[in-house]
């Protein structure tokens, strides 16, 4: 199996998210992904200098361009079309990983369920825009998700505006609904490498904003938000996210 890690550095607000790559590429360093693969670093909407490939020094890498206005969905769109890879692994600038091998639950998900899949690192049944009053509202949530490139490239929309890439998550164009609804698998992969079916996203312990997030394969924003937030405020994310009783 041929297997691509997409990372996206957006050019256009590198003061912004500079602390964002440094983490990525550290933890990338930090904790090897256990399987053979390539990383294509997506540069967006600027023009590359130097700095911009420093921050990426000693992590072997192809760099791409996307230049439009679909934030980290159009970009992912357009490594997809240009990629053949087996499997793309598919990670937003906020990024970071925590442990070593982390790449071989998504390789052992394609093995076992498929490559037509959608498999990603953390799933909610969260409200969100353009779905406000919609709930349960299950979707993989796109800071890291696995698919085959060439099944992706499928999907019947362009995201090229932040109001689509919401619809595109969460929203009446919602990927992993697209996926299911063509009867292909829709899986959370979980750190441990078990790897749950919708009704089930919500039921394990330590998941995304449940506990101490240990069973989260690749962390980003909204966990470290999470583990810093006080028990009130985790109880409430818990309970945006979806609780473990809602079953669909």
């Not at 929203?171 to 979980?190: I, Q, S």
């Amino acid at each position: 199996m041929t297997i691509a890690l997409m990372y996206l550095w957006p050019l256009d607000v590198r003061a912004q998210f500079r602390k964002c790559a440094r983490k990525w590429a550290a933890s990338y360093l930090a904790h090897p992904p256990g399987v053979s693969h390539e990383v294509l670093i997506c540069m967006s909407n600027g023009s590359v200098r130097a700095a911009d490939e420093a921050l990426f020094n000693g992590i072997p890498h192809r760099t791409c361009r996307y230049q439009d206005g679909g934030w980290d969905i159009g970009a992912y769109q357009s490594v997809a079309r240009e990629c053949d890879s087996d499997m793309l692994v598919l990670t937003n600038t906020r990024t970071n990983f925590w442990k070593d091998g982390w790449l071989l639950p998504f390789v052992k998900a394609f093995e076992r369920f498929g490559p037509n899949g959608l498999y990603g690192a953390t799933g909610s049944y969260e409200r969100f825009p353009p779905n406000p009053i919609l709930f349960p509202n299950p979707h993989i949530r796109t800071a890291c998700f696995a698919v085959n490139p060439k099944q992706f490239r499928k999907f019947p929309y362009i995201v090229d505006s932040r109001e689509k890439g919401f619809r595109f998550e969460s929203g009446d164009w919602n990927l992993c609904d697209w996926y299911a609804d063509h009867g292909w698998p829709v899986k959370m992969v979980a750190a441990d490498g078990q790897c749950y079916d919708r009704p089930h996203w919500r039921r394990p312990d330590n998941i995304f904003r449940r506990g101490d997030q240990s069973n989260v394969l690749v962390r980003d924003r909204h966990t470290d938000y999470f583990d810093a937030a006080p028990p009130i405020e985790k109880q409430r994310l818990d309970e945006t996210a979806g609780l473990a009783t809602v079953r669909l």
